[in-house]
């Protein structure tokens, strides 16, 4: 996946989480499940695209990623949470609620 296409993706869903994960991350593989579980039942509006940084340096450079797993997320094209490392599931979904919530509902 090249800059302009995943920028592109950005710009035209309403709500996206992009996911940087490498296969060599425990914490990556684990936390993913969990990731797609709560957009499922709570963001189901919400688009997931998973990005593998070792395959994707130049996406992982441009987009300032320099941790395993890091969870960005956009409304309407802007960057609204960044996440990484210890990412808590509970706390995820209580900053994303308010603002899915108003674009949604």
Do not use: W
Not at 31 to 42: A, G, H, I
Not at 80 to 92: N, T
């Amino acid at each position: 996946m090249s800059i302009n296409e995943l920028q592109e993706s950005i710009d035209k869903q309403s709500a996206i989480l992009v996911y940087f994960q490498n296969d060599h991350c425990p914490p990556c593989m684990s936390l993913r499940p969990k990731v797609e579980t709560l957009l499922e039942t709570d963001f189901p509006k919400m688009k997931l695209q998973f990005i593998d940084s070792f395959k994707n340096p130049e996406l992982t450079a441009h987009f300032g990623v320099f941790a395993h797993p890091t969870l960005l997320i956009f409304f309407d094209g802007k960057e609204y949470i960044r996440s990484s490392k210890y990412v808590s599931i509970p706390e995820l979904k209580s900053k994303i609620q308010r603002p899915y919530t108003l674009l949604f509902e």
